[in-house]
Every structure is written in structure tokens, then in C-alpha cells.
């Protein structure tokens, strides 16, 4: 193995105390912190999410406001509770677990949203400030935590060629949006490809920095990629190992086989996950800090 490890535990750590002395400074002027959680139904790994998220807010000094509302709830019942926390001056940030049960509407409930305490960053208007402004007071915290990979672990963006791998909504089209921002941390030439591109290869072998976003298990091989590339692998899939008869989690990314040939990459787990976490509580302490202003 040649490639250099990127620690996406420690740089999330670090961000964290960042985000920390954020809360405390508001604190002390007098400007307490709260992120609302709401939760439809009772989907296993929907509560195990929840719980780190609510774990976290209270290792962070974030007071956590977890919503739990029944697998039955309406679109009109779960936008009421919206609604309520949209006209609380409490609450800086507001996002839903998602997926939410099926006949919940996902869009609607996502739009209704405040724009200025929707941290997940998923509503239009906020993907718009996004994709015109790097200044945004909110940004995608999957795609932000991967910038911020990049840019602390010290791999150039400015004019390099980065490719993405994936085009969802979530990760794939902000993360290109963010990566071509005449900006720290990005600034470079953006290439994405996807499901419908023939010949991916031809493109991610082309790749200063390959960014792999796809959901499909070690999807990239070592002979995709080009020799000293950074390699982001942001999926995160479970599959059944024979040799050791159970189950383990996996990247997009074939790890053994990349790491041979990538001058830097993430490993899974441990490289991208933590930051996803680290920068929604960052999202929630830039809520705090803009209404703070906002109000003085």
C-alpha cells in the first residue's frame, strides 16, 4: 500500500472542537444552540442515526430536540410540527430523518422548511445560494465534508481535474457545484459521470482527484484510477464477506486495490462518515450565529 490514509475520524474530531468553541462563545453571549430532530416511524437504522446525531449535539453543547412521531403520521400532521418549529425563536435547525414511511411527502416536507434552519441543506433555495455563492451561511454536509477532507489533509484543488462519480442530489450535484467555486478548497475543472456515461474509465483515469459516489460496492478498481490521484470514496455498502462468513462494510471504492496506485484515499469505514455528522452540527452552529446576528 503506497497511498496516504486520509483520517476522516481525526479531522472530524477537530472540527468538532471548532464547532465547540462556536457553541460556547454564543453561549456566553447569552445565544443557546438547538437542533430539532424529527423522526417518522421506527425504521432500525433511522434510530441509530438519530441517536449519534443526538449524542453528538449534547457532546457539542447543542440542546437536541427530538421529535418522534408515529409510522401512521400524515404529510399534513409531520408539516404541522414543521410548522411549529419554523415559528419557534429556540430552534436554530430543523431537519427530518429521511426516508420518512411512504406516504409521508418527502418533497413537501422538505420545502417546508425554513430555508434559514434547514440544515440538511436539501430545500431549492438553499441548493440555489449553494450553486451561486460559496458564502452561503448553509452547505450539503456530505459534500461540504468532503471539501473539507481535501482541504485539511492537504491535496491541491486549484486547477486539477476532479471527477465525480455520481449525479443524486444529495452528494453528487452539490459536490460538483462546490468543487468549481472560485474558492479555497475548490477552484478546479469538475467532470461528473454516472450511470448513463459510457466508458467511465476513460474519465476517472483522467482524474487529479476521483470522488466516488455511485452506491455501488467497490465500483472503482485500482486500473480506474490515475497514479497519485486523491481517491474520496463516499459510499458506504454492506455486503457478505465468504472468507469471513459475516457481514462488512465497503466503499465504492475496491480500497486494496486502489491504494496501490492513489497518492491519498479514504478508507470506509472511517474516512468520509465522520465528517457527515462534524458538519451538520457545523451547519447548526452557523443557524445559531446568523440568527444570533440577526436578532442583536
Not at 481525526?10 to 444552540?33: D, M
Not at 414543521?82 to 429521511?98: F, K
Not at 491535496?155 to 444529495?170: F, L, P
Not at 482527484?209 to 474520496?232: C, D, H
Request: aromatic fraction near 4%; include cysteine; proline fraction near 5%.
Amino acid at each position: 500500500m503506497s497511498a496516504k490514509i486520509i483520517d476522516g475520524k481525526a479531522i472530524a474530531a477537530q472540527i468538532n472542537e471548532e464547532t465547540k468553541a462556536i457553541i460556547s462563545s454564543l453561549k456566553a453571549e447569552g445565544k443557546e444552540t438547538a437542533l430539532a430532530v424529527i423522526l417518522v416511524g421506527d425504521d432500525p437504522a433511522s434510530q441509530v442515526y438519530v441517536r449519534n446525531k443526538v449524542r453528538t449535539c449534547e457532546e457539542l453543547g447543542i440542546r437536541s430536540i427530538h421529535k418522534v412521531m408515529p409510522a401512521t403520521a400524515t404529510t399534513e400532521e409531520v408539516l404541522a410540527v414543521i410548522d411549529e418549529l419554523n415559528n419557534d425563536p429556540a430552534v436554530d435547525g430543523i431537519l427530518v430523518q429521511s426516508p420518512p414511511p411512504p406516504q409521508v411527502d418527502e418533497a413537501k416536507v422538505i420545502e417546508a422548511i425554513s430555508p434559514d434552519k434547514d440544515v440538511d441543506c436539501f430545500s431549492e433555495r438553499n441548493v440555489g445560494r449553494v450553486l451561486i455563492s460559496n458564502n452561503a451561511v448553509l452547505k450539503p454536509w456530505t459534500p461540504w465534508g468532503v471539501i473539507e477532507l481535501l482541504k485539511r489533509s492537504g491535496v491541491e484543488t486549484k486547477g486539477k481535474h476532479a471527477v465525480v462519480i455520481g449525479r443524486s442530489n444529495i452528494v453528487g450535484k452539490p459536490l460538483a457545484a462546490m468543487l468549481m467555486q472560485k474558492a479555497e478548497g475548490a477552484n478546479a475543472t469538475v467532470t461528473v459521470v454516472h450511470s448513463g456515461t459510457k466508458d467511465i474509465e476513460n474519465f476517472t483515469r483522467s482524474a487529479d482527484i476521483l470522488i466516488a459516489a455511485i452506491g455501488k460496492p467497490e465500483f472503482v478498481k485500482g486500473n480506474m484510477i490515475k497514479a497519485g490521484a486523491a481517491v474520496i470514496d463516499v459510499g458506504i455498502n454492506r455486503i457478505f464477506d465468504e472468507k469471513l462468513n459475516k457481514n462488512r462494510l465497503v466503499g465504492d471504492v475496491d480500497f486494496a486495490a486502489a491504494a496501490e496506485v492513489a497518492g491519498a484515499i479514504t478508507p470506509v469505514p472511517g474516512g468520509v462518515g465522520p465528517m457527515t455528522i462534524a458538519m451538520l452540527m457545523r451547519n447548526a452552529a452557523s443557524a445559531s450565529a446568523y440568527f444570533h446576528k440577526k436578532n442583536k
